[in-house]
């Protein structure tokens, strides 16, 4: 596509519910990262896909969040039984290549994501 | 792990300067910088690789000092659509090309 593309762009739920986003990068692109945004925070890292492979789970918070690749595509983000502090706005990248080097990360629009 | 920006806001007259900085306390491969609109997603602006190179996006630039591991974004002449959240991004050796980001700093552009 176009560019990156993340739905929903708004999810409402309720509190121990399960939630899943979606990321479709640019067509091409290996590599894959899920980062959070917080109101008024910085982007904080949650998982890094080269392929379907995900070499760093490392920012993932919790074992309630998980997230998988299919087809070195499309990406899926679940988080189970959800808290109010899981709100927040969810973002993914993809680049070409991935690890070190020029490896400019496009940026999705993001899902926003509220917990009541 | 994740980098110092300084200052946290910044409000600006149309056509005038500004500097934000960022800084590491970890050795960095690169330093990255986006600006994020309201609502949107972030937009790359520019890479620097270590080495202290300087970049520039129209009257954007910026430079990388390796041996402080701080790299500057330079405004200049500010125009209204340089109103934004900047954030710089900032990657170690080996981290899968991962980028922390810092907390970012807000861009007001006015009048």
């Known amino acids: 596509g176009a560019g990156v593309s993340q739905s929903p762009s708004n999810k409402v739920t309720e509190k121990g519910k399960d939630v899943e986003l979606r990321c479709d990068p640019i067509?091409?692109?290996?590599?894959l990262y899920w980062y959070r945004q917080s109101l008024g925070q910085g982007l904080e890292f949650l998982i890094y896909?080269?392929?379907?492979?995900?070499?760093?789970k490392s920012g993932l918070p919790s074992d309630r969040f998980s997230a998988e690749r299919t087809g070195g595509s499309v990406s899926t983000l679940t988080i189970q039984r959800t808290q109010q502090e899981d709100s927040a706005v969810y973002l993914c990248?993809?680049?070409?290549?991935?690890?070190?080097?020029?490896?400019?990360?496009?940026f999705g629009a993001g899902t926003r994501l509220s917990v009541l | 792990q994740q980098p110092v920006q300084s200052p946290q806001a910044v409000i600006l007259r149309e056509g005038e300067d500004a500097v934000i900085n960022c800084s590491s306390s970890?050795?960095?491969?690169?330093v990255h910088w986006y600006r994020q609109k309201h609502g949107e997603a972030p937009v790359f602006l520019m890479i620097?690789?270590?080495?202290?190179e300087q970049k520039g996006h129209e009257k954007i630039s910026a430079s990388f000092n390796e041996k402080k591991q701080q790299s500057s974004l330079y405004l200049t002449a500010s125009q209204l659509s340089y109103s934004g959240t900047y954030f710089c991004?900032?990657?170690?050796?080996?981290?899968?090309?991962?980028?922390?980001f810092g907390a970012g700093t807000q861009v007001v552009v006015t009048p």
């Open positions: 990248a993809s680049t070409n290549r991935g690890g070190q080097g020029r490896n400019i990360q496009y």
């Open positions: 067509s091409g692109h290996t590599a």
């Open positions: 896909f080269q392929g379907n492979s995900a070499p760093d």
């Open positions: 970890k050795a960095l491969y690169s």
């Open positions: 620097l690789l270590k080495g202290g």
């Open positions: 991004g900032t990657e170690i050796g080996d981290s899968w090309g991962k980028l922390q």
